[in-house]
């Protein structure tokens, strides 16, 4: 089993950056696929990006394409995702999943989930 947790959060300008990261427990981490979620307040949860176990291939919402980097460290059994030039429409509550179906991941669908962490981007 896998387990999750999402770190890095906080309260910056537009046009600032932001890493967070997610720490993930389990034998099992470097054979996930691994994706970052958010969600904004009465909105539904959106894709934002997806990188495969190995970490050659990764996926982008169109949304954050060129802006934001998806990467993981399977030796420390975390995922990153460093947000730049970031925009006040970018304020939402950020979780990972994992998985091991790519699929699944980008489809929102994975039973894996951390307990997201605030991201709010004052304009």
């Known amino acids: 089993q896998v387990q999750l947790v999402e770190s890095g959060g906080g309260l910056v300008q537009a046009g600032g950056s932001l890493r967070l990261s997610c720490a993930a427990s389990g034998r099992t981490f470097s054979s996930y696929v691994m994706g970052w979620f958010r969600q904004a307040p009465g909105k539904e949860r959106e894709f934002v990006a997806a990188?495969?176990?190995?970490?050659?291939?990764?996926l982008y919402a169109d949304s954050v394409k060129g802006r934001f980097t998806i990467s993981r460290d399977n030796a420390k059994s975390t995922v990153y995702l460093q947000m730049n030039s970031l925009k006040p429409e970018d304020t939402a509550v950020y979780y990972c999943a994992g998985d091991t179906s790519f699929q699944r991941i980008v489809a929102g669908i994975s039973d894996k989930w951390g307990q997201g962490t605030q991201v709010t981007i004052s304009s």
């Open positions: 990188i495969r176990w190995t970490g050659g291939s990764t």
